[in-house]
């Protein structure tokens, strides 16, 4: 069976005091609701990782990511956090990889595989965001890139380790822009990673693993993109800052 899964990414917003009030109001929104067996994982910046992991430890199905970690084990890297660091503030989860540190960070494929490596050496799990850029979609060169992107920062793992991953889908067109990728793209994408890993890794792990679909999901169309079949939840910006829309993403698995 495969993990449903709503991860809030908050990426750069929230002080300490918005943050614990946002969850203290997830809290609330979890606790009036019937008990699912999402999985719930909240992604806020380094800062909130202690508090938040505090206030929510022991709590079932709810779990911490961060957004990003170092590739070293440790050193004379001013400004960076190392994935050890994550692991001793309670963080089970980390965001590697995702379009915006692509981008504006210049992370590359080769650099992506060192800090799943580091991670997963650690003990995290990586929530490993992959997707194609607007004119590289135009071009039809999508399916290209997300192969290029699982072969060269994926591809070398164990078939144990990649087991234990989380990939999410990205399309960077989609991301915070409104312009959510349609049900039949996202499937058709899904299923197409699908495919690849059961290439290299065999079917019961590709039928195994789960694929979050991130870029403009909110709580208007989250049900009809997680009821795709190769869809197994959600990596939300966004929409994952207000409670209220955050809660109903989770329930749309209801
Ligand atoms: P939005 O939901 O704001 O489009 O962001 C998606 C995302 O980048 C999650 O990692």
């Given at each position: 069976?495969?993990?449903?899964?709503?991860?809030?990414?908050?990426?750069?917003?929230?002080?300490?005091?918005?943050?614990?009030?946002?969850?203290?109001?997830?809290?609330?929104?979890?606790?009036?609701?019937?008990?699912?067996?999402?999985?719930?994982?909240?992604?806020?910046?380094?800062?909130?990782?202690?508090?938040?992991?505090?206030?929510?430890?022991?709590?079932?199905?709810?779990?911490?990511?961060?957004?990003?970690?170092?590739?070293a084990?440790l050193g004379a890297y001013t400004?960076?956090?190392?994935?050890?660091?994550?692991?001793?503030?309670?963080?089970?989860?980390?965001?590697?990889?995702?379009?915006?540190?692509?981008?504006?960070?210049?992370?590359?494929?080769?650099?992506?595989?060192?800090?799943?490596?580091?991670?997963?050496?650690?003990?995290?799990?990586?929530?490993?965001?992959?997707?194609?850029?607007?004119?590289?979609?135009?071009?039809?060169?999508?399916?290209?890139?997300?192969?290029?992107?699982?072969?060269?920062?994926?591809?070398?793992?164990?078939?144990?380790?990649?087991?234990?991953?989380?990939?999410?889908?990205?399309?960077?067109?989609?991301?915070?822009?409104?312009?959510?990728?349609?049900?039949?793209?996202?499937?058709?994408?899904?299923?197409?990673?699908?495919?690849?890993?059961?290439?290299?890794?065999?079917?019961?792990?590709?039928?195994?693993?789960?694929?979050?679909?991130?870029?403009?999901?909110?709580?208007?169309?989250?049900?009809?993109?997680?009821?795709?079949?190769?869809?197994?939840?959600?990596?939300?910006?966004?929409?994952?800052?207000?409670?209220?829309?955050?809660?109903?993403?989770?329930?749309?698995?209801?």
């Amino acid at each position: 069976m495969r993990k449903k899964i709503v991860a809030g990414n908050w990426k750069m917003n929230n002080t300490i005091n918005e943050g614990l009030l946002l969850v203290d109001e997830i809290l609330k929104g979890l606790s009036e609701n019937q008990e699912s067996d999402v999985l719930k994982i909240i992604a806020p910046s380094f800062i909130h990782l202690n508090s938040i992991s505090n206030k929510i430890s022991g709590i079932k199905n709810l779990e911490l990511a961060a957004q990003d970690c170092h590739q070293a084990e440790l050193g004379a890297y001013t400004g960076e956090v190392s994935a050890k660091m994550l692991v001793s503030t309670g963080c089970k989860y980390v965001i590697i990889g995702h379009s915006e540190r692509r981008q504006y960070f210049l992370e590359s494929n080769e650099l992506l595989a060192k800090k799943v490596d580091t991670a997963m050496a650690n003990g995290l799990i990586p929530i490993f965001c992959i997707g194609e850029n607007l004119s590289q979609r135009n071009i039809n060169q999508h399916f290209d890139v997300i192969k290029e992107q699982l072969q060269k920062s994926l591809f070398h793992l164990s078939a144990n380790d990649f087991s234990k991953l989380i990939v999410a889908y990205e399309p960077v067109w989609a991301i915070g822009t409104g312009n959510t990728a349609s049900s039949e793209q996202v499937q058709e994408i899904h299923s197409f990673i699908r495919l690849e890993v059961e290439k290299k890794y065999g079917v019961e792990i590709s039928s195994r693993f789960s694929i979050l679909y991130g870029g403009s999901c909110n709580a208007q169309n989250a049900k009809e993109l997680f009821a795709c079949a190769d869809v197994d939840g959600g990596l939300i910006g966004g929409a994952s800052l207000k409670a209220v829309d955050f809660i109903k993403i989770i329930n749309s698995f209801l």
